[in-house]
């Protein structure tokens, strides 16, 4: 006889995570799983031998101007305010990323960064942020020079390193996310809400599945468990094409290797991340200690070094936003549409390179469908 369950909740990163407690507490049982031993997905957490909490699938920074995504996750953390800043090894220097005036004037002569500071304010306003691709179609002379400068210095082989394909062939969303800023703000994010929960990530995705109405099983393959459960509904937040048995062949995705490194002193770089865009084999390497306060005198850091995924012997990092995989990631969605009683979301559901407040969102909005009869 199979147990009978309401809810089975395939994955307990931030989407299953988010969409199990608000199930729970409109009072509905859930039974979340994972193939890992550990809750959180992606945003998983650890304290080393100093005490410095490592992000083992690489730095997450939360931020959002979504006062309901800040006042959910909030129920469940403290927060340390943190403001992020990334620096890029840029012809020598260390300058802010995102490009900005800072940059500008780090770069280039005072004469010429006046003159183009200039010009950028007349043409497009101050504070503006212009993504790359839309500033290298500017006619004028001195800026389109401007634009390729910042094109391939900043983005044209961090792109290629990071993703493994030219920087045209993929979609424009990836570049758009870090634009040139026309003002001094060397934030990387701008959003009203920027913290890191204070206990780390973990902490707060265990106290979030702390409820009654939720049980939660580590290092369940969702193949297994499912010849177990009756269930009522599905949840799936697992890769959509393995659900399918790859029956449209694999969605591809990009993939990470992290090298964490401890120092014995106690800072390591000038700022918590520097890009190298242009040199050594790693895009990024995160200085941990930036995140929270610590006083310990060691600190470590984790240098990003970008690779293909192959299943089986790496984690699924991004999907790859091309037209290729999203044509192929359509021929999914529709054979999920005719799924009775199963719906796939998430970042690996979804196919969607997503921050963690868009992972929360589109959590509460399928919670939010799911409770009024969608
Ligand atoms: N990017 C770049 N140079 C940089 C920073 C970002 O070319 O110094 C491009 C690159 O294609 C990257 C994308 O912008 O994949 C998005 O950057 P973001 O920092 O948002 O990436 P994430 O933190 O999600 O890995």
Not at 147 to 175: C, N
Request: aromatic share 14%; glycine share 6%; proline share 5%.
């Amino acid at each position: 006889m199979r147990k009978k369950i309401q809810n089975l909740i395939v994955g307990a990163g931030i989407s299953g995570a988010v969409l199990a407690r608000t199930l729970a507490e409109a009072g509905q049982k859930c039974l979340i799983l994972d193939k890992r031993g550990h809750v959180g997905g992606n945003c998983y957490d650890y304290k080393d031998g100093n005490g410095i909490l490592l992000h083992r699938y690489g730095p997450h920074i939360f931020h959002t101007n979504d006062r309901k995504v800040w006042d959910f996750l909030s129920r469940f953390t403290r927060w340390t305010a943190y403001t992020h800043k990334v620096k890029g090894l840029i012809d020598g220097q260390e300058v802010p990323v995102p490009f900005n005036f800072h940059s500008l004037y780090a770069l280039f002569p005072k004469k010429e960064a006046v003159s183009l500071e200039k010009k950028l304010l007349e043409t497009f306003g101050p504070d503006q942020k212009i993504p790359i691709l839309s500033l290298r179609q500017t006619q004028d002379k001195e800026l389109h020079f401007l634009a390729q400068y910042i094109y391939e210095k900043v983005f044209l082989h961090y792109t290629l390193k990071q993703w493994g394909v030219p920087a045209e062939e993929l979609d424009r969303s990836v570049m758009d996310r870090v634009p040139v800023v026309l003002g001094w703000d060397d934030r990387y994010f701008q959003d009203a809400y920027q913290a890191m929960p204070s206990e780390g990530y973990t902490a707060l995705f265990e106290n979030m599945l702390a409820h009654p109405n939720i049980a939660v099983r580590l290092k369940a393959e969702f193949s297994a468990v499912c010849k177990e459960y009756a269930y009522e509904r599905l949840f799936y937040s697992g890769p959509i094409d393995e659900y399918f048995r790859f029956a449209f062949g694999a969605l591809p995705y990009r993939s990470l290797h992290f090298e964490m490194k401890e120092f014995p002193q106690p800072q390591y770089q000038s700022a918590a991340v520097i890009n190298y865009p242009n040199d050594f084999d790693y895009t990024r390497v995160t200085e941990y200690k930036y995140f929270l306060p610590y006083t310990c005198r060691q600190t470590v850091a984790g240098f990003e070094y970008p690779l293909a995924h192959e299943r089986g012997k790496n984690e699924r990092f991004y999907p790859i936003p091309q037209s290729a995989s999203q044509a192929l990631y359509r021929q999914y969605a529709a054979a999920a549409r005719e799924e009775k009683n199963v719906r796939f979301f998430g970042r690996l559901g979804g196919y969607k390179y997503c921050d963690m407040q868009t992972a929360v969102q589109d959590a509460l909005a399928l919670a939010q469908d799911v409770l009024t009869g969608g």
